[in-house]
């Protein structure tokens, strides 16, 4: 109730309605405040549609990044990356669909075996190479062959370069950013 007495407000106190309206701010606002009245209206009818509308209240967190100075550097810091962090994802989205192949042939075992088969498609071997590559490692798909082994060693030093050559140029453009704003906000 209270977000929705805010923004009424400030759409009242506001001297130009139609900049109001086409500030992005505000309809996230808008949009933050509809699920409460459409679970009023619709009497707890609509099930997960009303639970995706409700979380889309975290989204008033944005709000706040406009007050950080820390924020708004990292924002402008990732806005100059672009290119990098692109070409991160892209040898990181490679190195899964290789690896993920890979360690699917290599530890796939037939239904003949009693053993149960982690790797049972190339879909489940490339969430162990997304888990492997991104230094989680739940521990949940091990490989058990010497080759296995091998392949996920690989793995793991290709995701250390892959991670660590574009972040360094990422940490030059932070402090070119910082240096650049530190006065000014």
């Known amino acids: 109730m209270f977000f929705t007495i805010e923004l009424i407000a400030r759409f009242i106190c506001c001297p130009d309605k139609i900049i109001f309206l086409k500030t992005a701010m505000n309809w996230i606002d808008l949009v933050t405040v509809l699920p409460y009245y459409v679970q009023v209206f619709a009497k707890n009818k609509g099930g997960d549609f009303l639970v995706v509308l409700r979380v889309l209240r975290v989204i008033r967190v944005l709000k706040l990044a406009r007050h950080s100075k820390g924020i708004i550097i990292?924002?402008?810091?990732?806005?100059?990356?672009?290119?990098?962090?692109?070409?991160?994802?892209?040898?990181?989205?490679?190195?899964?669909?290789?690896?993920?192949?890979?360690?699917?042939?290599?530890?796939?075992?037939?239904?003949?075996?009693?053993?149960?088969?982690?790797?049972?498609s190339i879909l489940q071997s490339s969430w162990w190479a997304v888990v492997t590559m991104s230094t989680v490692g739940y521990g949940d798909m091990v490989p058990e062959t010497p080759f296995g082994k091998l392949v996920a060693s690989i793995c793991m030093m290709f995701s250390m370069i892959v991670i660590a050559l574009p972040v360094t140029v990422i940490v030059s453009k932070f402090t070119r950013v910082y240096a650049k704003y530190k006065d000014k906000l």
Not at 86 to 93: D, E, V
Not at 101 to 120: A, Q, W
Request: no cysteine; hydrophobic share 50%; proline share 0%.
């Open 74 to 120: 990292v924002t402008k810091t990732l806005a100059a990356s672009v290119n990098e962090l692109a070409l991160l994802l892209f040898f990181w989205f490679i190195g899964v669909i290789i690896f993920g192949s890979i360690m699917y042939y290599l530890e796939f075992k037939d239904g003949d075996s009693e053993e149960k088969n982690k790797f049972s």
